[in-house]
């Protein structure tokens, strides 16, 4: 069955360290991967995908399929990447799985 | 561009009753999805319209219908309500509806069924 997991709910890190927020995921085929944001009172709104292999506000993801994993990361935390990250897969179809969510928190 | 826009915002129901929201899209989208967000399983996927068309559908019972109409404007109605249907709805848009665009998201509505 589909699934995505994000296994943090909540994750503080203090300005101008490393972040990681993780996700994994469950699916037979080749998904497509997804990470999407929602900033305090916005929309919530895509930050990158897997097939763009792009960097938007100095975040990556990489998939790896052994580990069938796709982390998102950013080597230096700014206080405005305060959100909630939410990991999403594609399947067959236009079908999306959304994983719970993960609150980031950046301390000043 | 206007954004895709969900009415109403808010809504209170009771249990038995039924309720209709709408979403429409940005203009020349095609492909509209509908998800409900509650704190304990987060997004789930509902259906996805395309060309008046529902192409996939989510896992969940059959009082949760919607169509689509030929401006692409879409409406999803839940049926006898159940205290369990308390969420946010969202609804989010897209060209064509290809893992290639981009998915935008409405407000949302809030229904709270009491």
């Known amino acids: 069955a589909q699934r995505v997991t994000q296994p943090e709910k909540l994750l503080s890190v203090f300005k101008g360290a490393p972040v990681e927020l993780k996700c994994n995921y469950s699916y037979s085929g080749s998904p497509e991967l997804f990470w999407y944001v929602q900033y305090s009172r916005q929309r919530l709104q895509l930050l990158l995908r897997h097939i763009s292999r792009e960097s938007i506000k100095g975040f990556t993801a990489d998939l790896n399929k052994g580990e069938t994993s796709f982390h998102l990361k950013k080597p230096f935390a700014q206080e405005e990447d305060s959100a909630m990250y939410y990991c999403?897969?594609?399947?067959?179809?236009?079908?999306?799985?959304f994983g719970t969510g993960t609150s980031l928190t950046v301390i000043p | 561009k206007a954004g895709v826009t969900q009415t109403p915002r808010y809504l209170i129901k009771t249990r038995g009753q039924q309720v209709t929201l709408s979403c429409s899209p940005i203009s020349g989208h095609r492909s509209v999805s509908w998800y409900q967000q509650t704190p304990g399983q987060g997004l789930q996927f509902l259906f996805e319209?395309?060309?008046?068309?529902?192409?996939n559908k989510g896992n969940f019972p059959g009082r949760f219908s919607g169509r689509q109409f030929s401006n692409s404007r879409s409406e999803m109605n839940v049926s006898t309500l159940e205290l369990g249907d308390s969420a946010l709805y969202l609804c989010?848009?897209?060209?064509?509806?290809?893992?290639?665009?981009?998915?935008?998201f409405g407000p949302g509505t809030r229904l709270t069924v009491l």
């Open positions: 319209y395309f060309s008046e068309t529902q192409r």
């Open positions: 999403a897969l594609s399947g067959t179809g236009n079908q999306f799985y």
């Open positions: 989010a848009s897209s060209l064509t509806g290809s893992v290639k665009d981009t998915q935008y």
